[in-house]
């Protein structure tokens, strides 16, 4: 199996940063790719960034030119730079992660983002 263990979440102000990282372990196999999604409370959980093994990305409309993803391959990690933060950011982030031939789902235990004053 595989484990994902996230870290990098808490309290931050609105116009702050934060950076969020994810590293997976254990029987990997082939990685197609790597994304974070996250879910506030009362809605579904909507995917805000993915990147492909081949190192293409793709954003949500909503955090397009604030937040930055990028990987390491080598440590099998994957990270989400969050900046200009807004209270509409905040939610439980999680890391997921597809692999093998059948690009079966994994996923992290997820941080929390508090967006406040």
């Known amino acids: 199996q595989v484990q994902l263990v996230e870290s990098g979440g808490g309290l931050v102000q609105p116009g702050g940063s934060l950076r969020l990282s994810c590293a997976a372990s254990g029987t990997i196999g082939s990685m197609k790719s790597m994304a974070w999604y996250r879910q506030a409370p009362g809605k579904e959980r909507e995917l805000v960034a993915r990147?492909?093994?081949?190192?293409?990305?793709t954003y949500a409309e909503s955090v397009k030119g604030r937040f930055t993803i990028s990987r390491d391959n080598a440590k099998n990690t994957v990270y989400l730079q969050m900046n200009s933060l807004k209270s509409e950011d905040t939610a439980d982030y999680y890391c997921?992660?597809?692999?093998?031939?059948?690009?079966?789902?994994?996923w992290g235990q997820g941080t929390q983002v508090t967006v406040s004053s």
């Open positions: 997921n992660v597809r692999v093998g031939p059948f690009q079966l789902n994994y």
């Open positions: 990147i492909t093994s081949g190192g293409t990305i």
